[in-house]
């Protein structure tokens, strides 16, 4: 410090906080607990207002979305269904009798979701 005015009152004005504090300090501690109530109140309503969505008409890629439905019957907005099939050991797509499976597999799945696209 090299004592100018503006050094002693900042110093005054820091002690003077901090005396209040001490001096009143159940007055300190019940205005916290109520500002991180209210804080947390604040957070869980601010929550449920944020979006992570590409829904707002207009913006490219709510226009790709709508595209993708309109030409496939599906993607864009639904989500990705993957379903991986594991072949035992040593069997191969080749083997025989195996295409027949994985097509009926396939038919089975197109009949549960109607309007899905499968690949393979």
């Given at each position: 410090?090299?004592?100018?005015?503006?050094?002693?009152?900042?110093?005054?004005?820091?002690?003077?906080?901090?005396?209040?504090?001490?001096?009143?300090?159940?007055?300190?501690?019940?205005?916290?607990?109520?500002?991180?109530?209210l804080g947390?109140?604040?957070?869980?309503?601010?929550?449920?207002r944020l979006?992570?969505?590409?829904?707002?008409?207009?913006?490219?890629?709510?226009?790709?979305?709508?595209?993708?439905?309109?030409?496939?019957?599906?993607?864009?907005?639904?989500?990705?269904?993957?379903?991986?099939?594991?072949?035992?050991?040593?069997?191969?797509?080749?083997?025989?009798?195996?295409?027949?499976?994985?097509?009926?597999?396939?038919?089975?799945?197109?009949?549960?979701?109607?309007?899905?696209?499968?690949?393979?």
């Amino acid at each position: 410090m090299n004592g100018s005015s503006s050094d002693t009152y900042a110093v005054g004005g820091v002690a003077s906080l901090t005396r209040w504090s001490l001096a009143h300090r159940w007055i300190v501690v019940v205005g916290w607990i109520i500002l991180a109530l209210l804080g947390g109140l604040a957070a869980a309503r601010s929550g449920s207002r944020l979006s992570f969505t590409f829904d707002l008409p207009g913006q490219p890629a709510f226009e790709t979305n709508t595209a993708i439905v309109k030409t496939f019957g599906s993607g864009g907005d639904n989500p990705p269904l993957v379903v991986v099939v594991r072949l035992p050991p040593g069997t191969t797509v080749g083997t025989g009798g195996v295409r027949a499976q994985l097509a009926s597999a396939f038919g089975k799945a197109s009949a549960a979701l109607p309007g899905a696209r499968a690949a393979s």
